[in-house]
C-alpha cells in the first residue's frame, strides 16, 4: 500500500513539474491520491462497483426490474434538497438522487465523469499546461428531468449562483478564485482560474459541484435564494439529472423518489421507488438492518461496538465502510456565545471570556483520553487521532495518533497549565476562575447515544480540572439543519464547545483547511452559512491557505497541509479525537452494487444499486 502510494506521489511530482504525464500505465493507489496527481490517461467509463455483477447492466435486468421499493434510513432528516444551501450530510445525499456534478471522486481517490464525457488531463489538452484553466466537455444526450436539454449555460449559471455574496452558497470554497467560466459552446465549459490552480478538479466535481439547472433558479441568485417563496419551493423540488426525481417530499420527514424516466444510462437505475426517511437514532438504525430487516440501507451507524458486533449475527445485512478523512472532534468557540448579548451573540467580535486563552484550550484538549474513548466506544469503526489531517499522502496511517505528538491524556500537566494561566479556585466552591469570570462550559452535540458516551468521558476528565461542564444534546434534524433562524445548529454554535465529526470532501485538502480562515467565519451577515463556525482568525494561517490555493509542487504542497494541520492542533482551535471511517453503514444483505466512497456522496453510484 505505501509503495503505490508512494508511486503516486512521484507521478504527481513528476507531472506537475514538467507539465507531462509520468505515471505510464501503473494503477492508482487504493486510498486518496494528491489532486495535484492529476490523470494523464483518464478515460470516459466511470469506475466499476465493487460488487456489481455483469448481469446487473445487460439485457436482462432493465430500469424499474426491482419493483418494490428501495429503504433507505438516515437518522438525521433531510430539510433541504439544494446542496449549495445545506450544511447537513443528510441534505447533500438526498439531493444527490436527483442532482449530478461534472465528476466524481472515485473509491480509490480518482475522478470519473459524470455529467462529463471525460475527464479533462493535460495530456488530452483539457488542463492547459501552466494550470491556469480546465476546459470540461459534457454528455451531449443529457437532459433535465422535465425534458429540457443539459447544456454548458447551466454549469455557467450554477457558477454565478454560488459566486454571488449574497447567495450564502455552503459550497462557496469550491469556486473561489475563479476568473471566468465561460460556455465556449453547448458542451463545452472553460473555467479560467485566477492563477495556476494545482486541483483543476476543485470545481464542480461531488456533491460539492452539483449542477443546479438555470431555467429553474435563474431567479434566485443572491438574497433570493433563501428568502424568495419561489426559490424556496425549488431548494425543496430540484429538476435534476440523477437517475430519480423527486415524488414528494417532507423536510424533516421523508423524502420519496420515481425513477427519472429522462435518465441518460439504459436499464437504470433498478429500483421503481426510493424512500429515504430520516429520524430516530444511530442504534436504532442499525438494528432497522441487521435485526428487523425493515430497511435496505442505514446511514451512519455510529453505535458501540459491542451493540454493532450483537446486531451483525442476525445475518440480516453487512457493514460497508469506507476510507476517507473524517474526524470526530471538539472545536472551541472563539466567540462569546452569551445570550445576554443579544444580537452581538457570537459575532467574532465578542470574544470569549476564557477560550481566546491558548493556555486553557490546552489544558482542556490535554484532559481528553482519545484512546480509551476510541478502543471502547468506536472499535473499529475508527481510531484514537491527534491530526486532523488522517489520509495519505500527507501522513501515513501509523502517524495520526501519537506519531508526529505526543497527545496521550495528562491531567496533571493540565492542571498546571490553568493554574499557570491565572484560573485558579479563588472561593473554594471547585470551579476555576478569574476575574470575576467562572469555568463553565455548555458542550452541545447531537443525540446519539454513542456521542452521549463521548460527552460524559469528556467531562469527567474536565471535572478533574475544575470546570464546570454542562452537557446539552441537540436533535439531529436540529444540530446539522441549515436555517438561518434555527439557534441551535453548528453554524450559529451558540455553545461554548461543540462536537460533531467532519472532514475534506476531496482527496485535495485545499478548500478543506480554509474554511478555518478568517474570511470563512459564520456570523449573522453571513447567515450564519460560513464554515469557520469557531470564529477563529489568524493571519499566519490566512497566509498559508493564500500559498497552498497557488502552489503546484506536491511536496510543498504537502508540507503546507501539514504546516496548517498543526497550527490548528497546536493552537488548540479543535481537539481531534477518533479518525472515523469516512463510511460506516449497513446494507440489506440482498441489496448489491453499493461502493462506497469516502470522498462523495455514499449515494454517489445508487444507480448501480440493485436486488439479488
Request: net charge negative; hydrophobic share 40%; proline share 6%.
Amino acid at each position: 500500500m505505501k509503495h503505490r502510494h508512494l508511486w503516486s506521489w512521484l507521478c504527481g511530482m513528476i507531472l506537475v513539474m514538467f507539465l507531462m504525464a509520468g505515471c505510464g500505465s501503473t494503477p492508482p493507489a487504493a486510498g486518496p491520491t494528491d489532486a495535484t496527481d492529476i490523470p494523464t490517461d483518464a478515460t470516459d467509463t466511470p469506475a466499476e462497483t465493487a460488487d456489481t455483477p455483469a448481469e446487473a447492466t445487460d439485457s436482462s435486468n432493465q430500469r424499474g426490474d426491482a419493483s418494490d421499493t428501495l429503504r433507505i434510513l438516515y437518522w438525521q432528516a433531510p430539510t433541504i434538497l439544494n446542496p449549495h444551501l445545506a450544511s447537513g450530510t443528510k441534505d447533500y445525499d438526498a439531493a444527490r438522487l436527483i442532482l449530478e456534478p461534472l465528476a466524481t471522486i472515485t473509491p480509490d481517490g480518482t475522478p470519473a465523469p459524470v455529467l462529463a464525457a471525460e475527464i479533462p488531463t493535460v495530456d488530452n489538452g483539457g488542463v492547459a499546461e501552466d494550470l491556469s484553466s480546465v476546459t470540461w466537455t459534457l454528455k451531449p444526450d443529457v437532459v433535465w428531468s422535465d425534458g429540457a436539454p443539459f447544456t454548458a449555460a447551466d454549469v455557467v449559471f450554477t457558477y454565478e449562483y454560488c459566486s454571488t455574496e449574497a447567495t450564502a452558497c455552503t459550497n462557496a470554497a469550491s469556486f473561489d478564485n475563479i476568473a471566468s467560466v465561460e460556455a465556449i459552446d453547448d458542451y463545452t465549459v472553460q473555467i479560467t482560474w485566477e492563477m495556476p490552480n494545482p486541483n483543476p478538479y476543485q470545481t464542480f466535481v461531488t456533491r460539492l459541484g452539483v449542477i443546479l439547472q438555470k431555467a429553474q433558479f435563474e431567479n434566485c441568485v443572491g438574497e433570493a435564494a433563501a428568502a424568495d417563496a419561489a426559490c424556496q419551493e425549488a431548494n425543496l423540488a430540484p429538476i435534476g439529472t440523477g437517475p430519480y426525481k423527486l415524488r414528494e417530499f417532507k423536510p424533516g420527514d421523508v423524502v420519496t423518489y420515481d425513477i427519472n424516466e429522462n435518465y441518460r444510462e439504459s436499464g437504470k437505475p433498478f429500483f421503481k421507488e426510493v424512500q429515504f426517511k430520516g429520524g430516530g437514532d444511530a442504534p436504532s438504525a442499525a438494528r432497522a438492518v441487521f435485526q428487523t430487516g425493515d430497511v435496505d440501507y442505514a446511514w451512519n451507524l455510529q453505535v458501540e461496538a459491542a451493540v454493532i458486533n450483537q446486531l451483525l449475527r442476525g445475518g440480516r445485512g453487512e457493514l460497508i465502510t469506507a476510507q476517507g478523512g473524517n474526524v470526530e472532534r471538539l472545536l472551541f468557540n472563539f466567540a462569546n456565545p452569551d445570550p445576554a448579548l443579544g444580537d452581538a451573540r457570537g459575532e467574532p467580535d465578542q470574544p470569549h471570556p476564557f477560550l481566546t486563552d491558548v493556555n486553557v484550550r490546552k489544558a482542556l484538549a490535554l484532559a481528553v483520553d482519545r484512546q480509551v474513548m476510541a478502543e471502547q466506544l468506536y472499535g473499529p469503526a475508527g481510531d484514537p487521532t491527534c491530526e486532523i489531517i488522517v489520509s495519505e499522502p500527507y501522513i501515513s496511517l501509523d502517524q495520526i495518533y501519537g506519531g508526529r505528538r505526543d497527545c496521550s491524556a495528562n491531567i496533571e500537566e493540565a492542571n498546571r497549565l490553568l493554574d499557570q494561566a491565572g484560573w485558579i479556585d479563588s472561593d473554594g466552591d471547585g470551579i476555576r476562575d478569574k476575574d470575576g469570570v467562572k469555568m463553565s462550559i455548555l458542550y452541545q452535540t447531537s443525540v446519539n447515544s454513542l456521542r452521549q458516551k463521548e460527552q460524559e468521558l469528556v467531562k469527567q476528565a474536565w471535572d478533574q480540572l475544575g470546570v464546570e461542564t454542562e452537557l446539552k444534546s441537540v436533535d439531529a434534524g436540529v444540530f446539522f439543519d441549515s436555517a438561518a433562524g434555527n439557534l441551535d445548529n453548528i453554524a450559529h454554535f451558540f455553545a461554548d464547545v461543540q462536537m460533531f465529526t467532519n472532514g475534506s470532501e476531496q482527496t485535495d485538502q485545499t478548500n478543506y483547511l480554509c474554511q478555518w480562515t478568517t474570511g470563512e467565519i459564520a456570523q449573522r451577515s453571513t447567515e450564519w452559512r460560513g464554515n469557520n463556525q469557531a470564529r477563529y482568525s489568524n493571519p499566519d494561517y490566512d497566509a498559508l491557505c493564500d500559498q497552498l490555493r497557488t502552489e503546484s509542487d506536491p511536496e510543498a504542497r504537502a508540507d503546507l497541509v501539514m504546516q496548517m494541520n498543526d497550527i490548528l492542533i497546536e493552537d488548540a482551535v479543535i481537539v481531534p479525537l477518533v479518525a472515523r471511517k469516512s463510511v460506516f453503514s449497513g446494507i440489506a444483505s440482498d441489496l448489491k452494487g453499493v461502493n462506497p466512497s469516502g470522498w462523495d456522496s455514499e449515494m454517489w453510484n445508487i444507480a448501480d444499486w440493485y436486488r439479488e
